[in-house]
């Protein structure tokens, strides 16, 4: 108790003292006051982090960007998906028709041939007129014969990516005679012909026109034959040209 009636008596003894000093005076020794206060509270909290492990560093803004530069470069770059083409569509197979040479098939009807799906489009029976308007090469048909036109339409199923008729396919018509017209009977320049030579890709279709100078005779029973030239089983399709 002595001791701290003592430690309150000095206590008491310095306020006094100091309340006598002049302002100028006790001005420095505030300052000295409050800066030992401040002292002390840090120390007391750099001690409470330390033992809860926790270091608190300063950040320059150097650092800060390297950090950020950092995390950039280490993030995944995400490439677009392209989107692939939509692919052709392939029209399906004609269903198989059967047709014979006593039943042919009408004009306009389809039927696969092979791996093309063939039809006729028009037929003119008399196609002297416009043989001869065609081109001035072209001379009128022999004696006893006329020029006889066809049109063509033929789209390409097979698996290639593309193919032409020739050599797949031999059109030939055929009359009572039973005698089958070849391409040297044609009429000679026609406008818009079948080319045969032409690459179809897989889907498409090629159409044009056939022409044969015939016999007037077997106009009135002409068929067209449609063979598949290296068929084994030697496939056909017959076709109705009136």
């Given at each position: 108790m002595a001791k701290r009636g003592t430690f309150h008596g000095a206590v008491e003894r310095g306020w006094a003292r100091f309340r006598k000093l002049p302002l100028v005076a006790k001005g420095p020794i505030i300052a000295v006051t409050v800066l030992v206060v401040l002292g002390i509270i840090g120390a007391i909290m750099r001690a409470g982090e330390t033992k809860k492990g926790t270091t608190i560093a300063p950040t320059t803004v150097a650092e800060t960007a390297v950090a950020t530069a950092t995390v950039t470069a280490r993030a995944p770059t995400v490439e677009p998906t392209a989107t692939p083409p939509s692919p052709t569509p392939v029209p399906s197979p004609t269903p198989l028709v059967s047709s014979s040479r006593g039943s042919p098939l009408p004009i306009g009807t389809s039927a696969m041939v092979g791996v093309w799906s063939v039809k006729v489009s028009f037929v003119r029976r008399n196609a002297t007129p416009d043989v001869l308007a065609a081109d001035r090469s072209n001379g009128p048909p022999a004696p006893g014969q006329q020029f006889f036109m066809v049109g063509i339409s033929a789209t390409?199923?097979?698996?290639?990516?593309?193919?032409?008729?020739?050599?797949?396919?031999?059109?030939?018509?055929?009359?009572?005679?039973?005698?089958?017209?070849?391409?040297?009977?044609?009429?000679?320049?026609?406008?818009?012909?079948?080319?045969?030579?032409?690459?179809v890709p897989r889907g498409q279709t090629t159409s044009g026109n056939l022409c044969w100078s015939v016999k007037s005779s077997d106009l009135e029973s002409?068929?067209?034959s449609v063979t598949v030239i290296l068929s084994q089983d030697g496939q056909r399709a017959w076709f109705a040209l009136r």
């Open positions: 390409y199923l097979g698996d290639g990516e593309q193919a032409s008729l020739s050599p797949d396919l031999l059109f030939a018509p055929i009359g009572a005679a039973n005698v089958a017209y070849q391409p040297s009977d044609g009429c000679g320049v026609i406008l818009d012909p079948l080319d045969d030579l032409r690459e002409l068929l067209l």
